[in-house]
């Protein structure tokens, strides 16, 4: 027997809500990750992980605020606890791995392909495994083309993500390219779900194992990320060279690696540096005097 699936059981909201999210969590991972290119070594680690954390956040936010509108009309679902928050482990792990190998590394193609690569099967075993840890009194099945489809969406929006959050510096458009991450990690998402069937067990009288009611287990799930983000957010919105970027450092023909911009250099106390340079940077030389 064949469930009847309804995934969109609160209309709109469900869908709009889980797509801010995505947006939010990119936003703030784009912005920390460009923050990172532009700080000491010291802290590119920390921007970094806030960074990761934030996207992986999001995501499997968006992807738990889709699930509360997901219902099987013949059966209730209930979820694995440890499976859910699995998925959330592996999305931040993931995730981080790609960012770190483009904040490192640059834009180059080999770390934008293999970043985008993990980045996206990240996010694409996040939702599967998370759908893993639903538990009704039946058997889901997939469509292989359509799964297919929807890893290779994850994987395009995350190489189009990290490539943006290396080489696009300017609020509006890195907002603009955190929206469109939020439109493709929103559409794999429902891409995914199109490819599940439910099979029922001939006998559909409760729910197989214990666990808690959707409601009950997603609504307290997602408080704790969702506090996440908000306090990454005032992070974010405190450190004005994340917000705007600071162009005046940005120097292509210095730059180390393609994508990331060169911090301005200042001669130490006690080292060699050209006396040319040295006193075209003065703005009131001394002129020479007469002995």
Not at 61 to 78: D, K, N
Not at 105 to 132: D, E, F, K, S
Request: include cysteine; charged fraction near 10%; hydrophobic fraction near 50%.
């Amino acid at each position: 027997m064949q469930g009847t699936i309804d995934g969109f059981s609160y209309g709109v909201v469900t869908p709009v809500a889980s797509f801010l999210m995505a947006c939010l969590g990119a936003a703030l991972g784009l912005r920390c990750t460009t923050r990172s290119l532009r700080t000491e070594r010291s802290f590119k680690a920390g921007w970094l992980g806030l960074g990761a954390t934030s996207i992986g956040s999001g995501i499997w936010t968006m992807h738990f605020i889709g699930m509360m509108g997901f219902s099987v009309e013949e059966v209730p679902i209930a979820y694995d606890k440890p499976v859910t928050f699995a998925s959330l482990a592996v999305a931040i792990v993931m995730v981080g791995v790609g960012i770190f190998l483009v904040g490192y590394r640059g834009a180059t193609p080999m770390a934008l392909v293999t970043g985008g690569t993990i980045t996206g099967l990240g996010v694409a075993t996040m939702h599967y495994l998370g759908m893993a840890g639903m538990r009704l009194d039946g058997q889901f099945e997939y469509d292989t083309v359509t799964v297919s489809i929807s890893v290779v969406i994850a994987v395009v929006a995350s190489t189009a993500a990290l490539w943006a959050a290396v080489s696009i510096h300017g609020f509006l458009p890195s907002l603009g390219a955190s929206v469109v991450m939020g439109v493709a990690v929103s559409g794999m998402h429902y891409t995914g779900m199109a490819a599940l069937r439910v099979h029922l067990h001939p006998a559909t009288a409760t729910v197989t194992g214990s666990g808690d009611s959707p409601t009950g287990l997603l609504v307290p799930m997602l408080i704790g990320p969702a506090c996440f983000l908000v306090l990454a957010a005032v992070v974010v919105m405190f450190d004005p060279l994340v917000v705007m970027g600071t162009p005046d450092w940005d120097d292509p023909a210095a730059a180390r690696a393609p994508g990331i911009p060169a911090q301005r250099q200042v001669p130490r106390f006690g080292t060699h540096a050209d006396p040319a340079s040295f006193h075209s940077q003065r703005r009131d030389p001394v002129p020479p005097q007469d002995w």
